[in-house]
């Protein structure tokens, strides 16, 4: 599957150091310890609507990381990113709207792909649809049915939870906090037959109506989990730097995905670091489509909206935390995007060389995005202050300032 072109990225002099993010697993902000080039799988898209703000703010908190680990000298970071184009959720809104399933996530992968190309985020190395991946998936499940890692019930296929000895270590969730997750969150713990509720589903075997594959396995489509598991498995390795997503799947998507793929090898962990991002919100809900509150990227880009004023908005909070979108903080990343812009247009300005520290050791300290952003507005504060010039001021400033916000927050100046 093709990705989006990439932005050129400015080298800065010097390099940044090691970047330190929360693992969810350890519960615990920890150094990421790339062993030479870094490599990082984040859960992509299932394309039956587009981009939302919730959207953006995740892939835009690992577009970060990417930045960051190229200034500390940790690339080319290998970087896989899937699209899950065959599910309920997709197949679901075809069948409400009459559409073909494969046109509609056609259409919306495409739009994400505009989308992130706007918003400036550095593209995944490979890029690779759950379709596209059906052959080696059907691969992985038969392995797993030869090791007893896997089960049929009627024609599907199920994975055992007591096949994974550390079940539940990545989330630490207890049991009925698992249960209640899993059946919101496209789990079947109600199904009669299954060994355990919490057993997943690696293949579905044919549906009248529904899409499938002829395969060793018979005819049918794979399950969610296993997508990511294999689609991983097969790009990275096992102990990958990153594993990253929204906060709403580290159960049961992140939890299962880890425990299929180490259940395939014989290995642990499949990931050093299972990073999270926050949720969006409007009106003191998350952004979704079932509550049809979304306030979708290409809508703010048709109403001609500046990207970059966009992408500073999301930065404007913690990637961890959940937070609110409201039109004040687009007026304000607005308003803030005019002053930085107007700094870099002067002929002269402070040397901006311990902005460049500042700036590097805030996002190497888990992202601390308001932190940077504050620390450029110190700078930009003092430049625009004409009267306030120190000595050694000159045109470095203000090339060195369109320079760094570039290549580490990724906001064209």
């Known amino acids: 599957m093709d990705t989006w072109p990439s932005p050129a990225v400015p080298v800065l002099p010097g390099n940044g150091g090691t970047l330190r993010l929360f693992d969810t697993a350890?519960?615990?902000?920890r150094d990421t310890a790339p062993g030479g080039a870094a490599r990082m799988y984040v859960c992509g898209i299932t394309p039956y609507d587009a981009t939302h703000l919730g959207h953006a703010a995740t892939y835009l908190a690992f577009d970060l990381v990417y930045r960051v680990w190229l200034d500390a000298g940790r690339g080319p970071v290998h970087y896989v990113q899937n699209v899950t184009d065959v599910d309920d959720p997709l197949l679901e809104r075809a069948a409400h709207t009459g559409e073909n399933w494969t046109e509609l996530a056609e259409r919306e992968i495409q739009l994400f792909?505009?989308?992130?190309?706007?918003?400036?985020?550095?593209?995944?190395h490979e890029y690779v649809g759950a379709v596209e991946a059906i052959p080696e998936i059907t691969e992985a499940v038969g392995r797993l049915l030869e090791r007893d890692g896997a089960y049929q019930l009627d024609d599907d296929v199920y994975f055992p939870v007591s096949a994974a000895t550390g079940f539940g270590a990545e989330s630490h969730?207890?049991?009925?906090t698992m249960l209640r997750l899993f059946a919101e969150r496209g789990g079947d713990p109600q199904r009669h037959g299954k060994r355990d509720p919490l057993d997943s589903l690696l293949w579905r075997s044919r549906r009248v109506g529904e899409p499938y594959w002829e395969t060793p396995l018979g005819a049918g489509r794979p399950g969610w989990h296993i997508?990511?598991?294999v689609i991983a498995l097969n790009r990275l390795g096992m102990g990958f730097d990153v594993q990253g997503g929204g906060s709403d799947l580290i159960f049961p998507h992140h939890e299962h995905s880890a425990a299929h793929a180490e259940a395939l090898t014989g290995e642990a962990p499949f990931a050093r670091h299972y990073v999270h991002t926050g949720m969006v919100g409007l009106d003191g809900e998350k952004m979704s489509k079932s509550r049809g509150n979304l306030v979708l990227v290409s809508k703010l880009r048709a109403a001609r909206v500046d990207p970059?004023?966009?992408?500073l908005a999301l930065l404007d909070g913690h990637y961890r935390a959940d937070r609110e979108w409201t039109g004040g903080r687009l007026k304000a990343a607005e308003a803030r995007l005019a002053?930085?812009?107007a700094a870099t247009a002067l002929a002269a300005a402070p040397p901006a060389e311990s902005l460049l520290r500042a700036v590097r050791a805030r996002l190497a300290d888990d992202l601390d995005t308001p932190g940077a952003l504050t620390a450029v507005d110190g700078y930009v504060a003092a430049a625009l202050d004409g009267d306030a010039l120190p000595a050694g001021a000159g045109p470095g400033g203000p090339r060195l300032l369109r320079d760094l916000v570039d290549a580490l927050l990724g906001v064209a100046l």
């Open 113 to 124: 792909r505009d989308d992130m190309t706007a918003l400036r985020v550095l593209p995944p």
């Open 227 to 229: 997508e990511c598991s």
């Open 339 to 341: 002053r930085w812009r």
């Open 308 to 311: 970059m004023a966009i992408r």
């Open 26 to 29: 350890s519960g615990s902000v």
């Open 173 to 176: 969730y207890d049991r009925q």
